[in-house]
Structure formats: C-alpha cells, structure tokens
C-alpha cells in the first residue's frame, strides 16, 4: 500500500517561551506515536518537530492511508463454558458469538488454549485497518490532551457559547496528507491547508500550503517564519557570532537565553546596540541581569572576558532601517542601567555592619526567626568548625564572614534582583576594604548553589558555606520541614549534596554525626528525640550522597558496601570506594565475599554479644589454628594499614585469608555440643570479620 508524508499545524497565539521546544517535541512526539501505534506508520517513518511562537507542527514520512488488516487472537470463555460434553457450542457461547455479528459457523474454527490452570476457547479475529481520517483524529485529541500545558487557558469559540481548554486560543488547523487536506477538527476547528506566516513580514497572507513536504519551505519563502526551532537557533547562533565578531568581541553564552530568544522570534535578526560607558562602573553582574533577565539582550564581552558597553538584540522584524529598532532597545535599557547605578550608589552609602539591625526584622521562617536569629547560629558553627581545621586565625574570619554574610539582603541591588544575593555582598566587603578571603566567602557562602556547581574559592568560604547549609538542613528537620516524595520546597536535597560535596572534596576530617549533634544543639528540640533526629539526617544525607557516588560511576555494592559501616569521615569514602573495587578484582575476593557474608550470619543469630576474642587453649582442629594464626598475621598489618589511610594495601592483605577460611568453615564445627569451645569458635569468627570490616562491608560484594 502507498504511503505519503503527513503534516500537522496548529497555528495559536503566542505560546510560553520557556517551554515552547518542550511543547513542540511532546506535542510531535505524541501524536506519531499514536499514529504508529494505530498502524498508520511505517517502520522507516521519521518524524519532525516544528515549533516557532505562534505554532506547533509535526511532519512525518510514509504514513499510510488506510493501516493494514491485522490478526489479533482473542479469548472467549473456558471451554468448560463454552462447549458441552458432546463437543458442542453452548447458548453462552453462541451468544457471545452472536454478539461479536458471527454465528455457529465458526465453532470449528475456534482453538483450545491453556490459559492458566484450565483451558479457554480462543478466536482469530481479523481487524480491520483504521483509516488515517479516523486515525489521525485520535491521534490529535491524544496529542492535545497529553500535552505538558504548565498552565491551561479557557477561551470561548467563535459561536459565543462554547469554551476549550489549551495553553493558547488556537486560530487555525492544518492536516496535510501529501497534498491532499485530512477532514479533522480540534479546539472547535477544521483542518485545512492555510495558515499564517509572520504577523508584519509575510509575503501572502494567509500561505496556502500546497503539500506536507513544502510546509517549511513555504512558510520561509511565504511566510517570513523559520518553522523549526533548532534551525531557528542555530541561525541566531550564527548571527550574534557574525555581529560580535564585526565588533571583535563575544556574545555571553547562556543557553537558557538562547533557547528563550529562539522562542520569541519568528525569523530573527541580530541587531547591535550600546549604551554609556558610565554604566560599567556598576558590577558586571548587575548590568548582564538587568539585559538577560529583563530585556532578552546578549552582553558583550571583550578578549580578556570584561563586559564591554555595546549588546546584541535579537529582533522579530527586519526593516531597510534599522536605528529605530535599535534606538528603542536602548532607550528602554537606559533607564534600567540608571537604575542599577543608583542602587549601587545608594548601598555604598551604608556599611554592611550597619544593616545588621534590619536582619531582625527579615523573617526567615516563622518557627526559627528572623534572618538576624538564625546569623547568631551560622556564625557560632562557623567559629566552632573553623576553630577545629584551622585555629584562631581561620575562626576569626569564619565569623566575620557569617556575620556580614545576609546583610546584602537588605540592600536596594538584592531587593530589585534578588539573584545578586552574595555577589553585592562582596562587592560592598571590598569597597569597605575588607579581609579578601572575607569578602570572596560572603559571596561563596552559597555555593555549590547546584549540582556540579564550583565549591567556594577558600576556606573561610568552604566554612561558612558549611556552616549556613548545615544551619538550613538540621533546623528545617528540627521543625518537620522534611522533603516528602517529589516536594522539596526548602532544597534540603540540594543542601545536602553540597554539605556532603564540601566535606569530601575539601577533605575536613569532622566527625559526620558530632558536626549534626553540634548544630542541633542550636536549636530547642526535645532531648530525648535527639538521637532519631541525628539518625534521620544522616540517613538522609547518605541517601543523596548513595545516589551522587553511582552517579560517578561506582556500582550500587561498591557503595553499599562502605555506606553500609555509616562511616563518620566521609572524606574517607573516596579512598574506601577506590579500595573495594580494586579489592574486587582479586581472584579470591568472591570467596571472601561469601564467606564474610556466611560469617556476618552466623553471628546474627547468636544471642547477646561475641566479643572478638580467641582463646588458644581452646583451639583443637586443625583448620581452626590455621585460621588463627593465619588472622594473626594478617591482622596487625591490615589493621596498621587502615589506621595509616592505606584501605586498599588493608583489604589486598586479606586474601591470605582465603584458604585458611575456605577449610574452616570445610572441617570446623562451630556450634559445638561443648559451649565453651562453641563461644571461642564464635569469637575467632567474630575477629575475623572485624577484621575484614574495617573500610567496608565485604559481604555486600556477594553474589
């Protein structure tokens, strides 16, 4: 059967520019595969995605008219039902027969089944293909249905009485199949073969679309639109490096912009614009927000990466002149640059000190205070980790950086762009000539602000970064603000990650559980919850440092494995991931693995504790003095090994101990009738898998 292209458009009103690439893919991607699962699509189609501000578009190769008859077998009834002892079809089998427009002619046709215990009556049953008519208006209705609107609009038809819902009212409906126009309908619409190109720039009006294949073409030819989204990026791509490089400078990469800019402009055009130098007296920060965030422009920046004066426009229209298009763009940014400057004027006018006060009357959250309250307690577990990895001069930093480190909150820069938080912050330290390492930690203190985020540029930063996520983390749990499911409104996730990322990259040797104790302590929580809570947290944390280590590559029991022994230095795990998976290719390590694991068993079961301890007056077989003297061996090295931070020279020494355990537990009776040579076989297994557990558990590496 032949089989032609399809082409589907839903023309609207300007569509969210954030999620309009989300919606073009969902909106293509849905429908084919409805089409394909109706049997409309042949293996070899391939389907395209359109997107531009006004529309949403698919294209899709080899679609059938009508899809193939298709076989299907389906089950009836028990044939305990369905026939009598003779053989025969019973009325409740004629009935359903009668029901599917057949009659008895076809018992003979019907076969036997096993279907779970008993045996079911099963017919072939040929379906007929579904045409694209009928195929492609479920498709449609699935498409529109399924797709992600982050927010629907009710909006009344034409006729006055009816309402729909969708992310923009739709205007027209375009469904081509080759050339030829398919009769369906959506959002009160009928499908035809014209849409609209660009609202001021369209050849004709509206363009009559001659076949799927020419749609793109068409619409850029005719229509003044670059239909596709990636194409339309690449293009703005292509032209902001052409004007820059007019210029001899570089556009600032931003990918969020770009694709945002994408989903403004229907045919773009990249325009040149400037503004007075005086502006760039105003932190570089400031101005690229202000142009980003509010005006959609693309800074500039010279060789040695410094904001220039001068910024791209990316345009919808493209007029023989073009100075009015790029005169309003720089009226309209003038007077926020101004703004800017007057608000970095104003806030140096005042020490950062000096906005303490305020801090009080900022409310943080209405179960711990006010951001002043909750500064006391990030300055006082900044001074205390300080004061243990560095001293007095380190403490005496910390402070003062925790301290200062809110103020900009109350700044008019952070009040108008509250993306600046920190960055300002840095900027008023220094200008008050303030300690560098001071200044640079205020504005740090946020960081890792994400996943693969920079960690702060030194330690007074890494200290107080620390101390503030570990404030946020332990005083939301300390009121039940825990994360539930996919709901995460505080980030405690994101705080977690970075305490556990500051802790092991920056290598601090702080006791995980005391660092937790210490900071609950700053809080007014029942003391007799405080160990639960203390377990809560950590488990917490090691659940999103679990993922993070599989995320870089170690496998689900390597991390198993070491998380398991709740190891309190977690700059350690590091070195114990890298010990267990060297410890992993030893040929003896499976052996070893299972037998830790038959060990870790044995004395599971025992009641009340086995002290790992052997007494030699007791040893009578031979395997079980071999394994003795075997641990005593291996054990003091291994031990000074571990105490050393050498776990991976500590577990390679274990593979002594493969033949001494194999024939142990081959030739030894641990449970023997006589219980005090039971409790010192007991003891010997006990030091053994002390002796093997030291950097991680080595029976989660069992198979």
């Known amino acids: 059967m032949s089989t032609k292209n399809l082409l589907v458009e839903l023309f609207v009103e300007e569509l969210p520019p954030k999620v309009l690439n989300k919606l073009g893919e969902a909106f293509s991607s849905i429908l084919f595969e409805s089409l394909r699962s109706q049997g409309l699509a042949e293996d070899s189609s391939v389907v395209t995605a359109y997107a531009s501000p006004r529309r949403l578009a698919v294209h899709a190769t080899n679609i059938l008219a009508v899809a193939h008859d298709k076989t299907s077998t389906q089950k009836l009834m028990p044939v305990s039902v369905g026939l009598d002892a003779s053989g025969k079809a019973t009325p409740a089998l004629i009935k359903r027969l009668n029901g599917m427009g057949l009659d008895e002619g076809v018992v003979s046709n019907l076969t036997k089944q096993v279907d779970g215990k008993n045996e079911a009556l099963f017919l072939d049953v040929m379906q007929k293909g579904v045409s694209l008519n009928e195929g492609l208006q479920i498709a449609l209705n699935d498409a529109i249905a399924k797709l992600p ?249 910390a402070d003062q950086a925790a301290k200062l480190a809110k103020t900009d909150l109350v700044t008019d820069m952070v009040g108008e762009f509250p993306e600046l938080q920190g960055i300002m912050g840095r900027y008023y330290a220094q200008h008050e000539n303030l300690n560098n390492d001071v200044a640079y930690a205020i504005e740090d203190h946020y960081k890792p602000r994400f996943a693969g985020d920079e960690l702060p540029r030194n330690q007074v930063g890494v200290v107080v970064a620390l101390a503030d ?140 504790e086995v002290k790992a301890e052997v007494n030699t007056n007791l040893l009578q077989e031979p395997s079980e003095m071999a394994l003795n003297e075997a641990l005593s061996k291996v054990k003091p090295d291994a031990d000074k090994l571990f105490e050393n931070g050498d776990y991976t020279a500590s577990l390679k020494l274990l593979a002594a101990l493969k033949v001494p355990v194999d024939a142990f537990f081959d030739n030894v009776m641990v449970n023997a009738d006589d219980p005090a040579l039971k409790a010192n076989r007991l003891g010997l297994l006990a030091t053994l898998h002390q002796t093997m557990n030291r950097v991680a558990d080595l029976s989660k590496l069992a198979g």
Not at 218 to 233: M, P, Y
Not at 342 to 354: A, C, G, I, M, V
Not at 577 to 582: E, G, K, Q, Y
């Open 469 to 608: 996520k570990l404030e946020t983390l332990v005083g939301l749990f300390s009121i039940g603000e825990k994360p539930t499911g996919d709901k995460d409104p505080f980030g405690l996730r994101r705080q977690a990650l970075g305490i556990i990322r500051m802790l092991i990259e920056c290598e601090l040797s702080l006791e995980f559980s005391k660092l937790i104790q210490d900071v609950l302590s700053k809080f007014n929580t029942d003391a007799n919850s405080e160990a639960t809570m203390i377990q809560a947290i950590k488990e917490f944390c090691f659940d999103r440092l679990s993922v993070n280590l599989r995320e870089q590559g170690a496998s689900p029991q390597e991390v198993d494995a070491v998380l398991s022994l709740n190891p309190e230095i977690l700059s350690d795990i590091p070195q114990r991931l890298a010990a267990v998976r060297t410890f992993s290719t030893l040929d003896q390590a499976p052996a070893l693995a299972a037998a830790n694991k038959r060990v870790g068993n044995i004395l599971k079961k025992v009641e009340g």
């Open 149 to 397: 609107i982050p927010k629907v609009m009710t909006y009344q038809l034409a006729d006055g009485w009816s309402n729909v819902n969708f992310v923009r009212p739709a205007h027209s409906l375009v469904a081509l199949h080759g050339s030829d126009v398919i009769a369906v309908t959506a959002l009160g619409l009928t499908a035809s073969n014209q849409t609209q190109g660009h609202r001021f720039e369209a050849a004709v009006s509206p363009v009559i679309v001659k076949s799927a294949d020419s749609y793109a073409e068409q619409l850029k030819t005719d229509g003044a639109v670059i239909a596709s989204f990636s194409e339309r990026r690449t293009e703005i791509v292509r032209q902001l490096s052409v004007a820059a490089g007019k210029e001899n400078l570089k556009p600032i990469e931003d990918d969020a912009l770009l694709d945002e800019v994408t989903a403004l402009v229907e045919r773009p055009n990249v325009l040149l614009g400037q503004f007075e130098e005086i502006y760039l007296e105003v932190p570089a920060e400031c101005l690229i927000l202000t142009m980003k965030a509010n005006q959609k422009y693309f800074p500039l920046l010279d060789a040695n990466g410094k904001l220039t004066n001068k910024f791209l426009i990316v345009s919808n229209i493209s007029p023989d002149d073009s100075s009015a298009v790029i005169g309003g763009n720089e009226r309209v940014v003038r007077p926020r640059l101004a703004d800017a400057k007057f608000f970095f004027d104003q806030d140096r006018k005042k020490t950062l000190e000096s906005r303490l006060e305020s801090l009080n009357k900022v409310v943080y959250h209405n179960k711990l205070g006010s951001q002043g309250g909750r500064t006391e307690r990030v300055r006082e577990i900044a001074s205390a980790i300080a004061q243990e990895i560095g001293g007095n001069d380190l403490a005496t930093k």
